[in-house]
């Protein structure tokens, strides 16, 4: 069977519908049948409960609260690179950004401008220069990190569709991770900016960040911005400085999804080991400075 044909279903499922009620039901507190769902999953997704904080299954009181489960204290140590992997997950694509073009699968790209949501001003500081998609599955922790030091100046809400993120998906939906639903990061660093996004996806039922909390829901259906720049000058009321270091976690998703980062030209030259569907880990090497 083809991609685009195994796909065909999601394009007439209700994915909206079906998102919202996997949120709202993960996010109840079920007593022992929330403990057997989680207990199911473990056993499912072959989850690594030894690597949590809290290994205990039957004391989380939601199944959100299981998913988005901190490791313990040097779980995942970085590595002495310039760019660390944010997730756990698997490499999807990665590579140059051709002009505006970045890599989906083969036969698909999309543009820098698409992802960002329509903001050619922002997409243009990062032509021809470095991108990176990684997948996080079920059994993947989801929370997401720093891949280097930055300040954050913008946080825009893209509204979209909510279809999978899997790899069969991948090749089958053009323009995928710049047509789902998404979260676009701008920050600021000693190379210049680069955007960290999160992509919703079917089950999803919501992205959060640190600063910020949970961004959807709602999904009021247009795009939403907030600036963290110094505003005051200009007579608006600035949000408080967000500085993160290499390694501090910045968001999660509560069900998994992908994660899509762009950065300037000249600015990242990737790990030599890094290659399309491979498995990699937060905090472990991405890349240096060229």
Known sequence: MSDRLAVLPQYLMPKQALTQLAGMLASKEAGALTTRVIRWFVGRYNVNMAEAANPDIASYKSFNEFFTRPLKTGARPLAEADFISPVDG?????????????????????????????????????????????????????????????????????????????????????GLFA???????????????????????????????????????????????????????QGGVPHAAVNLKQGDEMGRFLLGSTVVMLFPKNTLAFTPDWSPTRAIRMGEAMGQRP
């Open 90 to 174: 698997a490499i999807s694509q990665f590579g140059p950004i051709e002009r505006d073009q970045i890599f989906q699968a083969k036969g698909h790209h999309y543009s820098t401008t698409a992802l960002v949501g329509g903001d050619r001003e922002l997409a243009a500081q990062f032509e021809n220069g470095s991108f990176a998609t990684l997948y996080l599955s079920p059994r993947d922790y989801h929370r997401i990190h720093m891949p280097c030091d930055g300040k954050l100046t913008r946080m825009i809400y893209v509204p979209g569709e909510l279809f999978s993120v899997n790899p069969t998906t991948a090749r089958g939906v053009p």
């Open 179 to 233: 047509r789902n639903e998404r979260v676009v990061c701008v920050f600021e660093s000693a190379f210049g900016p680069f955007v960290l996004t999160l992509v919703g996806a079917t089950i999803v039922g919501s992205m959060a960040t640190v600063w910020h909390g949970v961004v959807n829901p709602p999904r009021p259906g247009v795009i939403r911005e907030w600036r963290y720049e110094d505003i005051a000058a």
